[in-house]
């Protein structure tokens, strides 16, 4: 069975990823594409540049877009690239209207009755929509994936939580298309790290506690540990490296922590990739270039796993915009689908 589907803001970056990633996909039928009011009735073909990879896909060139309006959609699953201010406000009447949103947006995350989820690590969240939709009085839900950032790090903290998590910190160094298009101006970024992006930190500080937190029938329970993290902005164009260093309640060793990552299974979802951690065993990996596209870019690569003063510490790295944005919301409808929810 297929189900049809819409993007909405499909002209951004993260919105030409979801059209690329849903070419072929095995239950995902992409009906219409929606943009901006100046958008409205053109081509997608004509209204991108056409960045996120080499080859705009045929299916995609000729689609007339659609408003930002659930009146003009039809479809069973509607997934969201749009800003943060943009979807605070049309998020809202997708779902009052009936529709499934599988958002990527920021805006309602942390949200105390909506999903904020990585299927490998708190699939009973979406536990919450039903809820939701009983206090919202919506005949549809929005359910939403993390920051590009607080993914890759939370998935590998998932595995270790049996250990006693006391604390984390977390030092990132961001590619450039978790800017977006144009993005970070040439001539700041060229021979420069920019140690500053606005609210990174924040978002890294407080959705792990929400993901890694216990449902309670009608709520979340936020997990107790620290996190601390400090984020930049690097030359790098796809990929997210970041060193985390981790303090547990008991002494944990190196082959303990493998051991962990190595438990974390995949789902059986089309997204999911055959390894959900990768560990790599060289001196200098993970790398951008090298290690970003692992499990077609599904999969977190992790290497340089050592113990320290605090604990253990190592480095992990992960596709920004495939499992750090749209692949992350196409996988999260996939479980949704799975668990007859769409």
Same mark, same amino acid.
């Given at each position: 069975?297929?189900?049809?589907?819409?993007?909405?803001?499909?002209?951004?970056?993260?919105?030409? #990823?979801?059209?690329?990633?849903?070419?072929?996909?095995?239950?995902?039928?992409?009906?219409?594409?929606?943009?901006?009011?100046?958008? +409205?009735? #053109?081509?997608?073909?004509?209204?991108?540049?056409? +960045?996120?990879?080499?080859?705009?896909?045929?299916?995609?060139?000729?689609?007339?877009?659609?408003?930002?309006?659930?009146?003009?959609?039809?479809?069973? !699953?509607?997934?969201?690239?749009?800003?943060? &201010? !943009?979807?605070?406000?049309?998020?809202?009447?997708?779902?009052?209207?009936?529709?499934?949103?599988?958002?990527?947006?920021?805006?309602?995350?942390?949200?105390?009755?909506?999903?904020?989820? @990585?299927?490998?690590?708190?699939?009973?969240? @979406?536990?919450?929509?039903?809820?939701?939709?009983?206090?919202?009085?919506?005949?549809?839900?929005?359910?939403?994936?993390?920051?590009?950032?607080?993914?890759?790090?939370?998935?590998?903290?998932?595995?270790?939580?049996?250990?006693?998590?006391?604390?984390?910190?977390?030092?990132?160094?961001?590619?450039?298309?978790?800017?977006?298009? %144009?993005?970070?101006?040439?001539?700041?970024?060229?021979?420069? !790290?920019?140690?500053?992006?606005?609210?990174?930190?924040?978002?890294?500080?407080?959705?792990?506690?929400?993901?890694?937190?216990?449902?309670?029938?009608?709520?979340?329970?936020?997990?107790?540990?620290?996190?601390?993290?400090?984020?930049?902005?690097?030359?790098?164009?796809?990929?997210?490296?970041?060193?985390?260093?981790?303090?547990?309640?008991?002494?944990?060793?190196?082959?303990?922590?493998?051991?962990?990552?190595?438990?974390? #299974? %995949?789902?059986?979802?089309?997204?999911?990739?055959?390894?959900? @951690?990768? @560990?790599?065993?060289?001196?200098?990996? %993970?790398?951008?270039?090298?290690?970003? &596209?692992?499990?077609?870019?599904?999969?977190?690569?992790?290497?340089? +796993?050592?113990?320290?003063?605090?604990? !253990? #510490?190592?480095?992990?790295?992960?596709?920004?915009? +495939?499992?750090?944005?749209?692949?992350?919301?196409?996988?999260?409808?996939?479980?949704?689908?799975?668990?007859?929810?769409?």
């Amino acid at each position: 069975m297929h189900y049809s589907v819409c993007v909405l803001g499909a002209t951004g970056m993260v919105g030409q #990823k979801f059209v690329q990633l849903l070419e072929n996909h095995p239950w995902f039928r992409v009906k219409s594409l929606a943009a901006s009011e100046r958008r +409205i009735g #053109k081509k997608y073909g004509s209204e991108v540049e056409w +960045i996120v990879s080499a080859n705009l896909p045929e299916y995609a060139k000729d689609v007339e877009m659609v408003p930002l309006d659930p009146r003009y959609v039809d479809a069973d !699953i509607v997934f969201s690239a749009l800003p943060a &201010d !943009i979807a605070k406000e049309v998020e809202p009447k997708f779902a009052e209207a009936g529709f499934a949103v599988s958002s990527n947006a920021s805006a309602f995350r942390m949200e105390e009755d909506v999903p904020l989820v @990585i299927p490998e690590v708190n699939a009973d969240h @979406i536990g919450l929509i039903e809820v939701q939709k009983r206090r919202r009085k919506w005949d549809g839900f929005i359910v939403t994936n993390p920051n590009c950032t607080s993914t890759m790090f939370v998935i590998t903290l998932k595995p270790l939580m049996d250990f006693g998590l006391k604390s984390v910190r977390i030092a990132s160094m961001q590619a450039l298309s978790g800017a977006g298009y %144009p993005g970070v101006p040439s001539l700041a970024i060229t021979d420069n !790290i920019i140690p500053f992006i606005k609210n990174e930190e924040e978002k890294c500080e407080s959705e792990p506690l929400k993901m890694l937190g216990s449902f309670k029938g009608d709520r979340i329970e936020f997990a107790k540990f620290r996190i601390s993290a400090s984020c930049h902005r690097v030359p790098v164009i796809d990929g997210h490296t970041e060193a985390v260093w981790v303090e547990f309640e008991r002494d944990v060793t190196v082959e303990e922590v493998k051991g962990a990552f190595d438990s974390l #299974k %995949p789902l059986d979802l089309p997204s999911s990739p055959e390894k959900v @951690i990768v @560990i790599r065993n060289e001196v200098d990996r %993970p790398q951008p270039r090298l290690d970003r &596209d692992t499990g077609k870019g599904m999969s977190v690569v992790v290497g340089r +796993i050592r113990k320290d003063a605090w604990g !253990i #510490k190592y480095i992990v790295l992960g596709h920004n915009t +495939i499992r750090g944005a749209a692949g992350a919301s196409i996988l999260n409808a996939e479980l949704l689908v799975k668990e007859k929810i769409v």
